[in-house]
């Protein structure tokens, strides 16, 4: 073989070579880049769980520690107004904290179970009433209009000129 053969040969082999050596580590970097986006996303999924678990006992917390106030300011105010039914000889205050502690009572318990009376349930009333049963509804053809029309005026074409013809005739 001649030298320039063999020096192409080995170029060509070397180039060759570099080509394949470069595309296989790109590939080798793929992998574990993909491991570590899947790693990643594992531990960002696990701290939103661990969020959502913490906001979710926050509120727990937070509903029960509202419940336990609301029983000790009734608890206090129950205490008050006994307390004035035996301590105090003004009656008027006396009955004021008595009806207090009769209205918080009924609110509380209203709380849990809500309950709409249907005599106290009207229909909205989004429309004007009739004045009288013979007068038309709106939704009627009729409604709003008085009477017939008198004299309609004829509706003028502008497109027709003076003389009866139109602009392009």
């Known amino acids: 073989m001649d030298q320039n053969t063999v020096w192409v040969i080995a170029i060509a082999a070397l180039i060759v070579g570099a080509l394949l050596g470069f595309l296989f580590g790109r590939n080798g970097n793929s ?9 990643e996303l ?60 009769g209205i918080e009572q009924q609110a509380s318990e209203t709380e849990s179970e809500p309950q709409a009376k249907s005599d106290e349930i009207h229909m909205p009333l989004d429309y004007a009433p009739k004045r009288d049963q013979n007068e038309p509804g709106t939704l009627s053809d009729r409604f709003g209009l008085r009477g017939e029309p008198e004299h309609e005026e004829p509706r003028l074409d502008h497109a027709v000129q003076e003389t009866g013809k139109s602009p392009k005739e």
């Open 31 to 39: 992998g574990s880049r993909e491991v570590r986006l899947a790693e």
């Open 42 to 101: 594992d531990r960002t999924q696990h701290e939103l769980e661990k969020y959502r678990d913490e906001v979710n006992q926050h509120f727990s917390v937070t509903a029960d520690l509202v419940n336990d106030l609301t029983n000790q300011y009734q608890k206090v105010h129950q205490h008050l107004a006994s307390s004035a039914s035996v301590l105090c000889r003004d009656e008027k205050l006396v009955a004021t904290l008595q009806k207090q502690a």
